[in-house]
């Protein structure tokens, strides 16, 4: 369904080339082909000579018939075998941004605008710039039933804050980045754990969410066929019921469709489980690749004030988004643009104020 | 009288006699009634108000007491507004004491609401009179409304008896006349849209609606995996990082649109036809469908396309393969070779019959026997598998046998089925097969027969349209027309050689010693019996290395070790036996390559040295080359030697078309592996005529193969598959090899032996009409109408 509109889009040569290239092989390109010296270790494990031509589709089709030449199109061997190597391993890159210009005011406006504050009131004590650190993490969904759906899906955490970052991704092209080759940003396993408990909780909802089509369809299905056992069950047996009273039936016969009858149901339910488990989804989560990024940022120094009570926080200015980061509910983890507190200052959720801040026992 | 006596008994069981048959009569009478209620049922159905009357007319005069089909009239004449009908049903009821407190309320109702006021006073008046004994709901309120009803009903027949009077001219039609408005009862006419019309005639068909959950929905993540990217000490490149995600992105595009398996399929080349079918079933059939293609066109690498792509996508992890015993190691050997599954199977030397732990393995290969066999069953049934894969599936045609129990019970999401001919005599054949698959799909056994067969010709279906729509959802038959199969024919000459005196000799003391270890030690040694007498088929060498096997391993010898010597000294031959000055002047006579199949290796080796004594140029190719010498093999033989001298393992994937001739320079038992051998040339991509030598010594076992395969039931000529099919009508269980070699052993003289396979020959030509008969009775049924 997807798949004409992507295909055009992944140019399959340039891939293939880049993907030698990366491994070591010495590349020498002509009009619509390549010739490819591949290093012997990747040339046993593609399962191809150490002299290859590599061919786009329209010139592939041709020739593929010859030694050595292997057209670059979906469905081709080699193509596969290179796309498996290529993701096999998930891959771990880190990232220094570089800002010419930072923003230093103006912070007020930008708070206001974003945050959702109900009767708290907020005072800016103090700004200063600062270091952050961010994650990327890409992830493979594959939500399985009767058809198999899959995808990468991003999640975007402030490691410092532990806040879920919306859009952060696409600003991020545009931003100058160094690559140190050493490794500069270490995750505790405190924060991978957090990492992972907000994946639990915040992914089931994205990808249920960006799935809903999907599992809606499934479900219309399902209840389709079910349906339609359920009436055939029931035809069956009414047809079988009205068999009985006819005349001429000896009482063993009519027993025995008695016993029939009463069969019915049971062998209806293993069929709904037989669909239940056909259509049933599940859902398989699995990181393939994480993006680390280190940040200046500015670091905004806030007094939230509520009657007479009062707390100090501290808000990330995010300049990869040029917005302001959610903050984190100190009841349940998520993150939000919601500034409420409750009784005793704490920072929470609406859903959470609702239900009664978990720091101080329940009071509002 | 004396003879009045006998008279009268005479006349008593003449009369007797008459009861009886009047009897039967009437019982018959009655059945006929039935199928008449039946058809007015079905055509009531289907919105064919006459003929259901009829057809009800006709259940009535024979059923004229039977409840059920007065009911059926009754709701026929309330859903046609048919009074006289509906109030036909209820005095019928009434005939028969089946007229129910509820109807009597309704019948009153019912005149009313058809303005019979007089009719509907009566009984009024008498459901008021048994009032107090009538049981329905809401007693008080009807009482009111009955009362009501009557009140009504007497002031309109008051109303209509004084309309009477007055001559009509003098009332216009849309208004009352002035001054007489009193006439017309004040009262408006009771409710009849509201009434009760609760237990109407036949209860109408209200199905419950039953609550359907949402499906569940697990989500799962792998922790490992999360502290594994998050703490991978060295960072990656930018580059590996974007091909990465790159090629995440290819891979999605290749969604059920490419078969993600056929690239590891290096084995086998798949034809366009069987990839499309795969598709097709995983896409639009998800997973459930009956493989109907046409025999030869390869179901069985449709079935394991499917199977595959399922497995490497994941979504199938457990599944059972079910065939007829003789495929068994078919089906394995195809899953190994082809597909890179190793799977155990029922014929797996190490298999037990009830043994748990066989059964609990992921994947099964199974003979429907042993699945079905109460040891077995309830591991299989206790289970859940995600696909089921059934061959030869005409064996579950019938629902009362245990075959098809056993399918039905098995806990599945997918199940594929896989025959060429899904109806043998008759549709419900088919109602079977497609009811395993998605029970409901043709609605319950006898909607189908109403729908869509004939009375009298259970193969001829009627609404063909809706059948044709129906069936469409779940099968697939591929034809040859559609695949674009057009191989030249072939030819096959059966070549048989006298043998020498010293060969007489020496096939009469092996014979001998067979025969003996035969009756000492029955059914232990039966396979080196069976091996021993296909090898003196093959050639007295391909005797002695079985021999001296014996000898070595002390095996099956008992007192018989000194005769099994003397024999064994008796192999000793010369190159040039006559089965090889034939061979010799066979390939001398042509300028075409041939391909000579030997299957023992004893034979290879004196053939080998019989074929470089000569200076005949070949190549030798077997299972124990390694796969690269097996391509060289082929290259030499393509390229500069004119024989191949083969044994039939592993040949499989690799083209040899560009040779037409070929040799059974020993022939295997079992057709199906003869089958095999042709296949391999008499293949798409072969241009021309294939010709096919069989040689077999005079009055051998093969000579009697020969003469029943061959001559009287033509196989060389036929496609590919068939054999099975005919071989399947016959033999249940026990395969062909099998019968030859009982036939052999068992017979006391030749007189016996004759006359049994002539018998063999006659069962396996009458089962081959049957199979051309149902061939041609589902291309007439199908057509190419389920072709992709
Ligand atoms: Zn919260
Ligand atoms: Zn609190």
Redesign the pocket.
Known sequence: MNSDTQKNNVDLMDFACRFFKSRGAALESGMDFTDILVPPDLARSLEVEELITVVSEKAGSKESDMKNRYPMQFQSPLLERITSLAGAKPTFLQAELKFEYIKTQGFDRLITEAFDRNRTKIRITGTGVARTRYLILTSLYQAQSDELKEGLMDFCFNLDTGALIPDMIEPLTHVQKEYPTERVLICSPKEIENIYDQINQNGKKAIEEKLSHFVESMNRRFKRDAGSLEEYYHDLTREMEAGLSRTGLSERLILEREEKIALIPAELNTKKQDLLNKYSIRIDFQPVAALAIITPCVKVFAELMSGRQKAAISLIYNPVTKHMDPVVC??CGTSSYSLT??????L?CRACLMKG?????G?K | MAASGTDRKKQKRKAKQKQVKAERTKQIEKEKGWDYYDEAHYFFDAGNTDKAVKAMQKALKALPNEADVIHLLGYIGSRTSNLAMELDAIERLEKIGQLTDDIQIDRVILLLSHSKYEECLMRAKQVLQNFPTLDIKNKRKTLARIKEIKDYSERMMAYEHRKKKIPKETIPSDQNPVGKKDILPKTLKPEVVSKPKQPSLTPPVIRPVPEIPRIPLTFHTDKPSFFKVLSTPEPAGTEQYELLLASHDIRFTESFENLICLSSLTLIQSFWYQEETAKKVLKQYRGRALLSDEVGLGKTIEALIILSEYIKRGMVKTGLILTPSPLVSQWKEEMISKFNLDVPSTDDPKFRSGEEAFWNQPFVISSINQAKSAKNMEYITAREYDIIIVDEAHHLKNRTTQNWKLVNVLKKRFILLLTATPVENNLMELYNLITLLKPGQLETATAFKEKFMKRGDPTDPQNRSVLRGLLSQVMIRNTRSLAGIHIPPRFARTIRIEPTKAETQFYERLQTLILSLNEQKQGKARMAIKNLLAQAGSSPKAVEHTLTAMLEKQDYIFDHEQEIRAVKNLCRTTLDTPKNMTLLKLIQATRDKIIVFVKYRGTVEHLVEFLEWNHISFSLFHGSLTNLEKDAAIDAFKNHTKVLVTTEIGGEGRNMQFCSQMVNYDLPWNPMKIEQRIGRIHRIGQEKEVQIYNFCAAGSIEDYILDILDRKINMFEMVIGEIDMILGRISGEKEFSDMVCDIWLNSKTNEERDASFAGLGMKLKRAKAGYEKTRELDGKLFGDTYEL
């Open positions: 100190k009841s507190c409750c009784d005793c200052m704490h929470n801040c978990t720091l101080c026992g009071k």
